[in-house]
T-cell receptor
Framework: DAGVIQSPRHEVTEMGQEVTLRCKPISGHDYLFWYRQTMMRGLELLIYFNNNVPIDDSGMPEDRFSAKMPNASFSTLKIQPSEPRDSAVYFC????????????FGDGTRLSIL | AQKVTQAQTEISVVEKEDVTLDCVYETRDTTYYLFWYKQPPSGELVFLIRRNSFDEQNEISGRYSWNFQKSTSSFNFTITASQVVDSAVYFCALSEYQGAQKLVFGQGTRLTINP
């Protein structure tokens, strides 16, 4: 079975540009999570969805960040405008069920903002 | 508030040695789950094991074993006869029933197995 699919794997762009990260969760999973990983802060939860509805976005750092899940098989994380401090690895994860279920992660998007 | 501490930032051992990765957690909830994930040099996060708060039985899977002790709030991970392929960053994580589906990760332990 296909795992969580993220695109692109790598993104290099200049400060001020809009960045869109994409995620396809595992089919049948009803939870989708976006994380950011940096050396300084480790793995941070940005936002998560349940049945396509955003439930908790308290981890989204600023209004420059937004996330959508238009259907059960697709989600985007957008940064506009991007800044160098947004450089990180962004992971998408999905799970079936609630807190007791393991989250399955995509390979991540390595984002570099110059 | 939930918290996970992995005090060992980096561990380096020689191949075939046994190594234990420590994980200490804090929670006020009585119902929770603990997880271990592996992040190899290629960067992906791989789920290894899940344990719920009501099951303190240790678990063994091949060269991997996990020791869960509620009395000390610890969920330690041991690799027996380590191999170079075990080199990775290992994360311990906690999910609470009252934690609104949030998975809180420790800072990770970078394990290097030298040939």
């Amino acid at each position: 079975d296909a795992g969580v699919i993220q695109s692109p794997r790598h993104e290099v762009t200049e400060m001020g540009q809009e960045v869109t990260l994409r995620c396809k969760p595992i089919s049948g999973h009803d939870y989708l999570f976006w994380y950011r990983q940096t050396m300084m802060r480790g793995l941070e939860l940005l936002i998560y969805f349940n049945n396509n509805v955003p439930i908790d976005d308290s981890g989204m750092p600023e209004d420059r960040f937004s996330a959508k899940m238009p259907n059960a098989s697709f989600s985007t994380l957008k940064i506009q405008p991007s800044e160098p401090r947004d450089s990180a690895v962004y992971f998408c994860a999905s799970s079936f069920g609630g807190f007791e279920q393991p989250q399955h992660f995509g390979d991540g998007t390595r984002l570099s903002i110059l | 508030a939930q918290k996970v501490t992995q005090a060992q930032t980096e561990i380096s051992v020689v191949e075939k040695e046994d190594v234990t990765l420590d994980c200490v957690y804090e929670t006020r909830d009585t119902t929770y789950y603990l997880f271990w994930y592996k992040q190899p040099p290629s960067g992906e996060l791989v789920f290894l094991i899940r344990r719920n708060s009501f099951d303190e039985q240790n678990e063994i899977s091949g060269r991997y074993s996990w020791n869960f002790q509620k009395s000390t709030s610890s969920f330690n991970f041991t690799i027996t006869a380590s191999q170079v392929v075990d080199s990775a960053v290992y994360f311990c994580a906690l999910s609470e029933y009252q934690g609104a589906q949030k998975l809180v990760f420790g800072q990770g332990t970078r394990l290097t197995i030298n040939p």
